[in-house]
């Protein structure tokens, strides 16, 4: 353990921290009423194209299963080293959907692996790969570019079902070639956030034998919505918002905030905002789904928020515990994970800011800023899902 010289490392790290969202906090938003019907379900099957996968167990450079080496910046400022690896032979596989990084100049992105994909799979799935084997196709996203060439955002709902049916084609040709019957946890965030509610409403939840083996679904700025006051209800049928620690088969779902988002804000508000990019056009009844990843079944609690270092530290990860609280709220019409800091002015370590605006919030940060506890959340229903299927007898 050592003692670092808070001022200096928290502006390098702060500098960091700042790169790496810059990176990952972007999202598409379609216009109001835009959406498309859902494509008619056809039976499981290989893709009619090759799909491209960024992360995959056993591919080499998997940014998956990189270093996850992690200097610990304690608020006093004393620094630890801790290690932990993948997991190759965890009988659990996570299937991560990215959100939008793309930087080609067309609307919709192109199946090339670039370096703002392995990036983002880097910061936000990797470690993961302590508790199940992850996958992650690359996907027809709508771009960065995409988004600038629309006036008012006004993506396409075209665009945004082309993005859909190459993470739909990717999931069913894992299905079909790598699972063997293998229980799933799906993470997505922002865009890959939307494009899992649709896989979820389309593909698993009227399929018994593939919801069965559904342990836990993270979908972090991406808003999953309820009927008021519900469990279920809204973006899905049945399948419930998580409400108790350890529950498996169902969502953690949250959008980060320092406090009440705006009216117009683009995530935490239903029938707004990203909640068109996944067709919800919905509000009266609804309400957008709050899970606290730091305390499941409510309350405020600590976050465990890791991000990558670029460099600041000797590792390639740096972990801030104690730094945030988080719980959340319901007020005005909007439901968020409201984030603050939990330490006081002697703790110099860097904080997030609402780098995009109000209507923003800490998005680029959902991730990021309760990693450990997601991984800890994914750990505890992989049990739960263990102790139920012995149950069953399968």
Known sequence: MGQVAMPSVGRRLAASVLCVLAGVSVVTVAPAGAGSAPAARSPRQAAATPVVWLCRPGAADDPCTSSLATTVVEASGATSVATASDDPSSRFDCF??????????????????????????????????????????????????????????????????????????????????????????????????????????????????????????????????????????????????????????????????????????????????VSLQSTQTGRRGLQVACVNPASVGGGPADLDPYFPSEGAVPTPWVEFPGLYTARCERRDGASWLDVAKATGSSDHRPVVTETQGPDWGYHGADVNLALGNLVDDVAAAEATWSRGSAAAGT
């Not at 279920?232 to 953690?252: E, K, N």
Request: charged content about 15%; some cysteine; glycine content about 10%.
């Open 96 to 273: 991560y959907v990215y959100p939008t990084v793309s930087r080609q100049k067309t609307i919709n992105a192109s199946l090339k692996v670039q370096k703002a994909e392995i990036a983002v799979a880097m910061a936000q799935a990797s470690r993961f790969s302590t508790v199940c084997r992850v996958w992650a196709p690359v996907y027809r996203q709508v771009t960065v570019a995409g988004l600038a060439a629309s006036p008012g955002l006004a993506v396409s709902s075209a665009a945004d079902e082309t993005a859909y049916q190459s993470v739909r084609s990717a999931f069913e040709d894992y299905l079909a070639n790598d699972n063997d019957g293998r229980p799933v946890v799906l993470i997505g965030h922002s865009q890959g956030a939307a494009m899992l509610i649709l896989l979820l409403e389309r593909e698993v939840e009227h399929d018994a034998a593939l919801r069965r083996r559904l342990v836990l679904a993270v979908i972090a700025g991406g808003n999953v919505e309820v009927k008021t006051g519900s469990a279920t209800g809204g973006s899905f049928s049945d399948i419930p918002v998580c409400s108790r620690a350890g529950q498996a088969g169902c969502v953690i779902a949250y959008s980060s905030f320092p406090g009440t988002p705006p009216a117009g804000s683009l995530f935490g508000r239903p029938g707004q905002g």
